[in-house]
């Protein structure tokens, strides 16, 4: 792989993959990582050293920081902890009947929300920590993300469900996913007003939330992620979606090594960086969005086989690659 300039891999790696990168609140300096080999590990990548690690007993899929010194983090165990960096202490919140694919931080409603294959959507009050109601879900769920005070779901089957999260008795919206293959990943616009969606057919949509014919005419699907090899094209899962807090831009990251920018409201790619060695498993952009955390992992999509090492590279990103033209 080229040595770039603006770009650096991070030390002591997890041993497995990489489940996923999230920044901290207000910085660009700490990264936590959820990891197939059990770990959430917190970096400060300006020093790009491992700044404090905490095990799960099985594979971890997902982590998010509370604030800046409160992490959560749940995955195959089934179970949802907490860890205080500050005195290096960890503490079970609570569990799904099965294993926890996705945990966020609302903000806007102080709450911690997990989604399961158990096929329900918890919530979790991080004063206590403690429990705050269980919401059943049409299938497992693959993906959420939280927009101010919304919620959006995406489930096994191609669901896609909007919550109330200040309102959870009912569903306000239920949508199939305009895309045909299965959902991999939703990420909401900074300015909250729709989401993008993947799916493992290399392509992405751009979806808007208010529900007026006006505004669902300019929905729009697109493809990406695909590699013209001797004339046959190999298309591949978009496993990762990230926004750019400012610009409303966003990032994608697939199973062929690439990612990209996106201006989603001019139908337009702004940038490619140069193929990494194996797939994007996971991104995320600072809350300044001034560096990319790009995980490089192998999902195991043809299997077992030898691979690159599961990495995390750091990417300072310009106005240039990130904002609308």
């Known amino acids: 792989m080229p040595e770039v300039s603006n770009e650096?891999?991070?030390?002591?790696?997890?041993?497995?993959?990489?489940?996923?990168?999230?920044?901290?609140?207000?910085?660009?300096?700490?990264?936590?990582?959820?990891?197939?080999?059990?770990?959430?590990?917190?970096?400060?990548?300006?020093?790009?050293?491992?700044?404090?690690?905490?095990?799960?007993?099985?594979?971890?899929?997902?982590?998010?920081?509370?604030?800046?010194?409160?992490?959560?983090?749940?995955?195959?165990?089934?179970?949802?902890?907490?860890f205080d960096i500050n005195t290096n202490?960890?503490?079970?919140?609570?569990?799904?009947?099965?294993?926890?694919?996705?945990?966020?931080?609302?903000?806007?409603?102080?709450?911690?929300?997990?989604?399961?294959w158990d096929q329900t959507v918890k919530l979790w009050d991080p004063r206590t920590p403690c429990n705050a109601g269980s919401f059943s879900q049409p299938d497992k769920?693959?993906?959420?993300?939280?927009?101010?005070d919304r919620l959006i779901v995406g489930t096994a089957g191609r669901k896609v469900l909007v919550w109330d999260l200040r309102n959870m008795g009912y569903v306000q919206q239920?949508?199939?996913?305009?895309?045909?293959?299965?959902?991999?990943c939703i990420r909401s616009f900074p300015s909250k007003q729709g989401y993008v969606l993947s799916?493992?057919?290399?392509?992405?949509?751009?979806?808007?939330?208010?529900?007026?014919?006006e505004v669902q005419k300019k929905k729009y699907a697109f493809k990406c992620h695909r590699l013209k090899v001797d004339g046959i094209e190999?298309?591949?899962?978009?496993?990762?979606?990230?926004?750019?807090?400012?610009h409303n831009t966003f990032a994608t990251g697939g199973s062929d090594g690439f990612v990209n920018i996106w201006d989603g409201f001019n139908k337009k790619r702004l940038c490619q960086?140069?193929?990494?060695?194996?797939?994007?498993?996971?991104?995320?952009?600072?809350?300044?969005?001034?560096v990319l955390a790009i995980a490089s992992s192998y999902m195991f999509e043809e299997g077992e086989q030898d691979h690159p090492e599961d990495a995390i590279y750091i990417r300072r990103v310009t106005d240039q690659e990130t904002k609308p033209k």
């Open 8 to 82: 650096y891999k991070l030390n002591q790696c997890a041993s497995d993959g990489i489940s996923s990168v999230k920044f901290g609140p207000n910085t660009s300096q700490f990264l936590l990582v959820s990891s197939w080999d059990e770990t959430v590990r917190l970096y400060d990548i300006e020093a790009n050293v491992m700044r404090t690690k905490y095990n799960h007993t099985h594979a971890v899929l997902d982590c998010c920081f509370y604030d800046q010194t409160h992490t959560y983090s749940a995955g195959l165990d089934h179970t949802l902890k907490t």
């Open 89 to 116: 202490t960890e503490s079970v919140v609570g569990t799904h009947e099965a294993p926890v694919k996705c945990v966020e931080y609302c903000p806007d409603v102080n709450v911690i929300v997990t989604g399961s």
């Open 141 to 148: 769920v693959y993906t959420m993300a939280v927009s101010g």
């Open 174 to 184: 239920r949508r199939d996913s305009s895309l045909k293959y299965q959902t991999r």
């Open 199 to 213: 799916s493992i057919e290399g392509r992405v949509a751009v979806e808007y939330l208010d529900p007026s014919p």
């Open 234 to 246: 190999n298309i591949y899962p978009v496993n990762a979606i990230a926004f750019h807090n400012l």
């Open 273 to 290: 960086f140069h193929r990494y060695p194996t797939t994007i498993s996971s991104l995320a952009f600072s809350k300044d969005g001034s």
